[in-house]
């Protein structure tokens, strides 16, 4: 899967990013370096970002009132308030930095996946709408 509007990475590359975040023990002593840490928060930050423009289009073309659309506007409402927050100083401990891109690093995960949900949710309905033309005035 791909967005549609623009790219800063590779979704591979931004997923093995996503799994080396969420790799690291929290409080273990086995942490980035903050600037590392802080660097890739910023990244899931601008990344996210272009995951809402292309979420936010593409549930245009969704059922408002689907479970699916339901759930893309909890993520992008999680979204919303999560890829506004003020970035951490760079005076930051290696754990609060690594926490913050653990949990940017779940939020990509989600909206990856609602963006996921909602191309399966238009596909269904294109098919559906291509069944109905077919078979329209066949009976």
């Known amino acids: 899967m791909t967005t549609t509007v623009k790219k800063i990475h590779d ?3 931004v997923l093995a990013l996503v ?3 969420l790799s ?3 409080y273990g002593t086995d942490l980035p370096a903050v600037e590392d840490a802080l660097s890739m ?3 899931f930050t601008a990344h996210g970002r272009i995951i809402v ?3 936010r289009t ?4 969704i059922l408002a009132d689907s479970d699916v659309a339901a759930s893309a506007q ?3 409402g999680e979204a919303g308030r999560r890829l506004n927050l003020r970035p951490l100083a760079g005076s930051a401990s290696p754990q609060s930095a690594a926490h913050r891109a653990q949990n940017l690093a779940r939020l990509v995960q ?3 996946r609602a963006l996921g949900q909602v191309h399966e949710a238009r596909a269904l309905i294109t098919r559906q709408q291509s069944a109905h033309t077919t078979t329209k005035g066949t009976q």
């Not at 593409?58 to 073309?61: R, V």
Request: with cysteine; hydrophobic share 45%; glycine share 0%.
């Open 11 to 13: 979704e591979a590359e």
């Open 19 to 21: 799994e080396t975040a």
């Open 24 to 26: 690291w023990d929290l």
């Open 41 to 43: 928060a910023k990244e």
């Open 53 to 55: 423009e292309d979420l």
């Open 58 to 61: 593409e549930c245009l073309n």
């Open 74 to 76: 909890a993520t992008l």
């Open 110 to 112: 989600s909206l990856i």
